[in-house]
């Protein structure tokens, strides 16, 4: 059978719009494909939730390609171990509590694991605003990051999403344009973002994790995008607190979709 570029054409179209279409309206719309992201994106399609997650770049990955200076070796703590064990992700221990990995072995099972879990990764897409109605997040505002960064006047699209979590790293992007639009009313101490301090990796590991929650109704707030949110120092290239807030924060969307349709069960039982 001859290859015909026709057909390769169609099937690349047809396969996408498939993608896109079923992405319309899911249980959760994740922004930033780094560690913290597609470890949410993996427990929460694991669970048998819907997700998309949208990366600005070509490749997910965020700053985990990278390691500590480019040198591509990432280090975890003892804690981290049983995910990275999840993930098929391997690791040699170096020192008492301090373990080593290739980072670009742990970036391909992260987002190979995600999809397989069910999780839909739409990369060279941005998240240029959210959905708001009035008061709570309820979806993300998408254009292609190539038409964001030739500055062209193009419209975006939107989807509806029950939850939305910003996994955008340092920059925080979805909760800097809510509190843009709503300032002072973050659910932060401030109402605005805390920010981010200097590196002291011990404490802000352990507060990358207390860090992540919800930052505003619908929208939750994991890995560096919950220090800048919360506030807590930087840590440099260890990710076990990424991993981690990945994890917890698909703990804490399944909790909360799973006591909002059990409200709604009973709603509709009584009427
Ligand atoms: O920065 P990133 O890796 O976030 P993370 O998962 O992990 C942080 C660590 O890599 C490191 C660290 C800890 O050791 O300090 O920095 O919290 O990944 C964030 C991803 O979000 C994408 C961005 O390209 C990156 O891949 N991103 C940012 N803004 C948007 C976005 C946006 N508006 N739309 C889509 N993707």
Redesign the pocket.
Known sequence: MEIDERIISQAIIERYFEKLRNSLDVDVAI???????LVAAHDLARAGRSVAL????LG?????WGGGMLFNEIVLQDAALPLLDDFGIRHRPFSDGHHTADSVEAVAALACKAIHAGATIFNG????DVLMRPNRVMGVVLNWTPVEMTGMHVDPLAVHASCVID?????A??VNLVRKKVPGQLLTPSGNLEGEQSMWADRAETLTLENTREAFPGLYV????AIATFGGP??????G??LMS?RKVAEMILQTLTSREKVRCQENGAT
Request: proline share 8%; no cysteine.
């Open positions: 922004v930033g494909g780094g560690p913290a992201g949208y990366e600005r770049k997910p990955g965020g700053g985990m897409i941005t998240a240029e996994a955008t790293g340092h920059d992007t979805v994991t890995g560096m995008s930087r840590m440099g290239p260890i990710f607190g990424m990945g």
